[in-house]
């Protein structure tokens, strides 16, 4: 649904690929033409091992954008203080369907992130994560971020942009919360039929993939290049090198060869002229 959402923008050139498992998000972490993942995870096990190659992939000017559980920390760990910095630690759900259940986004900050959108909508979902006390109060996130939409009942963010020293990107969506039950009003083939979210999310990618990675990844790659050239050089003056040795040994061995063999026809011949006389 997300990849058909992000295929379906006009604004975002790029191909996507989608994974089922940790496995294949940390193998797209190290192709060098990958500039954001997008992470929708529905478990803890979803998220296993990610956080040891989604914390480098931001830190050195990736892009990601993560749903659900992936701000929410008891599942996410690092990840949802480092690269999606909710710290969140408990939940705000919403489970009997009596009516539409939805969270309302209250903007706080405009940016890019907000173009198109109202400064208040509702987008399907039955409930939040955020960062709580021990009493469930909610409490501010700490660190270096930017609180874009927050919740009009908790008050907590529902729409979180951080940005690594390197200029990775990253959009935090702890409030999507959907099923894959066709006939709940919470279904997520409702959700993706929903304007502002559409919008929501797709400005989301666009943000996050507006990142430095790219430039990084060039740079390095002409630096191998040079490298490899240079060392290909250095191998082919070995290579060389080692022709003229070996040329130089052939030809002595050859020598020495041409040596023994007319010393021995010269003993031959002296033999001969010894036995005659």
């Known amino acids: 649904m997300l990849a058909g959402l992000i295929e379906n923008d006009t604004r975002i050139e790029a191909h996507t690929l989608t994974v089922s498992t940790p496995q294949g998000v940390s193998l797209a972490a190290a192709l060098p033409n990958i500039k954001c993942l997008v992470i929708y995870a529905d478990n803890w096990a979803h998220l296993t091992d990610l956080d040891q190659t989604l914390i480098p992939f931001f830190r050195e000017g990736g892009g990601l954008v993560g749903l659900t559980e992936a701000c929410f920390e008891p599942s996410a760990g690092a990840l949802a203080q480092r690269v999606f910095p909710v710290n969140a630690n408990a939940t705000e759900k919403e489970l009997s369907p009596r009516e539409r259940r939805t969270r309302t986004y209250v903007l706080q900050e405009g940016m890019d992130i907000a173009s198109g959108l109202p400064d208040s909508f509702e987008v399907l979902s039955m409930g939040t994560y955020y960062c709580a006390d021990e009493d469930g109060n909610y409490l501010e996130i700490p660190g270096d971020h930017t609180a874009v939409y927050s919740d009009a009942q908790v ?23 959907v099923v894959n039950v066709p006939r709940v009003d919470v279904y997520y083939g409702n959700l993706a ?46 290579a060389e090198r080692s022709r003229e040795k070996r040329e130089a040994r052939r030809l002595a061995t050859l020598a020495a060869l041409w040596g023994l063999g007319i010393a021995f026809c010269v003993a031959v011949v002296w033999k001969m002229m010894l036995g005659n006389a």
């Open 155 to 177: 008050g907590c963010p529902l729409l979180v942009t951080h940005e690594s020293s390197r200029g990775g990107r990253s959009v935090a969506l702890p409030g999507i919360m």
């Open 193 to 238: 039929k929903d304007e502002n979210f559409v919008r929501l999310f797709t400005n989301s990618v666009l943000w996050a993939s507006t990142n430095t990675r790219s430039q990084f990844v060039e740079s390095d790659l002409e630096q191998g290049i040079e490298d490899t050239k240079e060392r290909y050089e250095e191998l082919k003056e070995e």
